[in-house]
């Protein structure tokens, strides 16, 4: 289903900002959790947990379909990350995502080796896949992958970056800007107002893909990130034009320890 695709490359984008404003801790650990709209209509939840010890951090999520969309197409998705940190900037490990759509099920195992991704196991494999043309190794040196690169983004809040990124099938850049400061007003998911700066991203597309996903793809969106310490920020809303509607995702983060939410 199509919705399916869309909800798989929008939970990759969309989980993995709100990282940055923990990497000046030496050791943390936070529960996150995400709900997505489309149209205004629940589409998805997701949670799972942020952990930093030493120089390196862990990400792992799982997502799902909710409500009405569950009947409609039952999509579930796990993500692992693993990332060196070094002078506040996160460098690839290991990506791992899994996801299922009724019986169909799919992997990308990716591992990053003297700054160059390799595939360790695919399900699909997109190197079989004759939709797709074949990437050139040199390409793809010094990219991150879909969770990192979207880190790096917007790891001071400034709204100034460009980042490259390979995702074991395709390769993209993302580049965002600044536009304003805003507020986000208190919602059923939020506690309070949130003060917050508005961002505008762009993706382009770059090598890997196929003719239907250059058509479908997203293009650009927005984001709004909070400011949490220092020059870090944490995003709580994105934002993304899709064929389907306005696809909208909100985020907040919780100390395991602590009942009340942080956002």
């Known amino acids: 289903?199509?919705?399916?695709?869309?909800?798989?490359?929008?939970?990759?984008?969309?989980?993995f900002f709100l990282i940055n404003n923990y990497?000046?801790?030496?050791?943390?650990?936070?529960?996150?959790?995400?709900?997505?709209?489309l149209k205004g209509i629940?589409?998805?939840?997701?949670s799972g947990e942020i952990i930093i010890k030493s120089n390196k951090l862990y990400f792992n999520l799982n997502a799902r379909t909710v409500g009405i969309f569950s009947i409609i197409s039952e999509w579930q998705q796990t993500i692992n990350v693993e990332a060196t940190i070094l002078n506040?900037?996160?460098?690839?490990?290991?990506y791992k995502s899994s996801d299922?759509?009724?019986?169909?099920?799919?992997?990308?195992?990716?591992?990053?080796?003297?700054?160059?991704?390799?595939?360790?196991?695919?399900?699909?494999?997109?190197r079989e896949d004759k939709r797709r043309t074949k990437i050139n190794k040199n390409l793809l040196k010094n990219t991150s992958d879909p969770v990192i690169g979207i880190i790096n983004m917007g790891i001071n809040g400034n709204c100034n970056n460009e980042e490259f990124?390979?995702?074991g099938k395709r390769k993209y850049s993302l580049r965002s800007k600044f536009?304003?400061?805003?507020?986000?007003?208190?919602?059923n998911f939020y506690t309070n107002e949130i003060d917050v700066i508005k961002c505008e991203f762009n993706i382009k597309k770059l090598n890997g893909y196929t003719k239907k996903e250059i058509k479908k793809y997203p293009k650009n969106g927005y984001i709004w990130y909070k400011k949490v310490r220092n020059n870090l920020y944490f995003p709580a809303k994105i934002e993304i034009s899709?064929?389907?509607?306005?696809?909208?995702?909100?985020?907040?983060?919780?100390?395991?320890?602590?009942?009340?939410?942080s956002l």
């Open 88 to 94: 506040n900037v996160l460098k690839s490990k290991e």
């Open 165 to 167: 990124i390979f995702d």
């Open 42 to 46: 629940n589409l998805a939840s997701a």
């Open 179 to 187: 536009l304003k400061k805003d507020k986000i007003g208190k919602h």
């Open 1 to 15: 289903m199509k919705k399916s695709i869309l909800l798989k490359f929008n939970f990759i984008f969309l989980f």
């Open 23 to 37: 990497l000046s801790s030496k050791e943390m650990q936070k529960e996150i959790f995400f709900s997505a709209y």
């Open 100 to 126: 299922s759509r009724g019986k169909k099920k799919g992997h990308i195992y990716l591992k990053f080796i003297n700054n160059f991704p390799k595939i360790i196991s695919a399900q699909p494999d997109p």
């Open 242 to 261: 899709t064929n389907w509607g306005s696809f909208i995702c909100l985020i907040k983060e919780k100390d395991p320890k602590h009942e009340s939410d």
